[in-house]
């Protein structure tokens, strides 16, 4: 699960290190879509989904 409860597809690093994490534990019937939005993500250097990219960007916390 993300604090959002949305998964996240977002660059950590740009062009280096992506992650796609997370959802609310209920995914499995988006399983292959999750799958191609990653996809796209690594395979095109601009965002290329229907969506904002604003809704998958990753909440990421610094822990000391």
């Given at each position: 699960d993300t604090?959002?409860?949305q998964v996240y597809a977002?660059?950590?690093l740009p062009g280096r290190?992506?992650?796609?994490a997370g959802g609310n534990g209920q995914a499995a019937k988006s399983a292959l879509e999750?799958?191609?939005l990653g996809a796209g993500l690594l395979q095109s250097p601009s965002w290329s989904y229907d969506l904002s990219p604003t809704h998958f960007s990753a909440?990421?916390?610094k822990t000391a």
């Open positions: 604090a959002s409860g977002d660059w950590l290190i992506a992650i796609l999750i799958g191609r909440k990421l916390r």
